[in-house]
């Protein structure tokens, strides 16, 4: 005997009901794994850059179609809204959201971050003159043959008991060798405006740059000439809060003066390279290659 049409009406609420019921507790189950504040009161995926895992990108749990090809479905699921969505070949098998919870759907949605609605901070101009100077802006030397006028980044800012050091390049603060000790250091660069009163530290000690054989590092330091011209608070980011081993995968951040603010990922470790510079082609073992996300460069000159 066929069944009537209230019949199978009936049938399929309790259906959806049922389903319902199954999908909420999916949803909640991964809310509370996922969206659960840190010890210091905070959300990870409310960190300044996006990270791979789940713990750093979820910034959503919810119900809702899923899109497949961006189109819809008519199959409810579990909505996992990110700030960045990854492709498959980007994250690793531990780093993925689950395909289904408890035998239910998901999606996943890129949102980006939801903020409260305010006036947002401007991207600060890493161009312009800074007093404290700070990591991230431009610095740079003065060319005693008036050959070329340049600019580089403030990289950090380190210390011993001598004094606190503009951390930077060889390149942006001893010129590939070339400039003597005691060389008068800009901020902000000449190439950007600077002026000889905008003077803020001296050359104080470079690893040189050598050809033939493998170099570590690409580095130069130049002391303050007062420690109340500079400041460890990198410009948009903030004061470092420690240090840690570079990985495989690792998403980083870094503000410079000619990209600004960006993001990338570690694509390789360990890695020996040759480098192009004004003096020449130099070896560098060791070092890390970040690829910049969302198909944006990391880093460029400067």
């Given amino acids: 005997m066929a069944k009537g049409k209230s019949e199978h009406l009936e049938i399929f609420s309790a259906a959806s009901a049922q389903y319902l019921t199954d999908l909420q507790a999916a949803k909640e189950k991964m809310s509370e794994q996922l969206l659960q ?40 699921a579990v909505k996992f809204l990110v700030r960045v969505k990854y492709s498959p070949n980007e994250v690793g098998n531990k780093q993925m959201l689950p395909k289904t919870v408890n035998g239910m759907p998901t999606d996943v949605e890129q949102v980006g971050t939801f903020r409260k609605f305010a006036a947002a901070a401007p991207m600060p101009n890493p ?10 802006c431009s610095v740079g030397f003065k060319d005693p043959a008036n050959q070329i006028v340049m600019a580089g980044t403030f990289g950090a800012l380190v210390k011993d008991s001598h004094g606190v050091y503009v951390l930077s390049n060889n390149h942006v603060l ?37 050809a033939g054989v493998f170099n570590k590092v690409d580095g130069a ?29 690792m998403v ?11 993001a990338g990922r570690i694509s390789s470790i360990n890695t020996d390279v040759s480098v192009q510079y004004d003096t020449g082609v130099f070896k560098f073992s060791g070092q890390i290659i970040i690829k910049g996300l969302n198909n944006q460069s990391f880093s460029a000159g400067g």
């Fill in 127 to 136: 161009k312009a003159k800074f007093r404290p100077a700070r990591p991230g």
């Fill in 252 to 262: 980083v951040h870094k503000f410079g003066r000619t990209t600004s603010y960006t």
């Fill in 174 to 210: 001893a010129d590939e060798n070339r400039l003597p000790l005691g060389s008068p250091i800009f901020q902000p660069g000449l190439l950007d405006g600077g002026k000889p009163g905008d003077r803020i530290a001296q050359l104080t000690k470079f690893v040189p740059l050598k």
């Fill in 37 to 76: 504040p840190s010890e210091a009161g905070a959300f990870r995926a409310m960190a300044a850059v996006a990270g791979s895992t789940p713990e750093d990108n979820v910034v959503g749990v919810g119900i809702g179609e899923k899109l497949v090809d961006g189109k819809a479905s008519g199959i409810l």
């Fill in 221 to 249: 330091i130049a002391k303050a000439l007062q420690k109340n011209l500079v400041s460890n608070s990198i410009l948009f980011i903030g004061p470092p809060k420690g240090t840690t081993a570079a990985l495989a995968d």
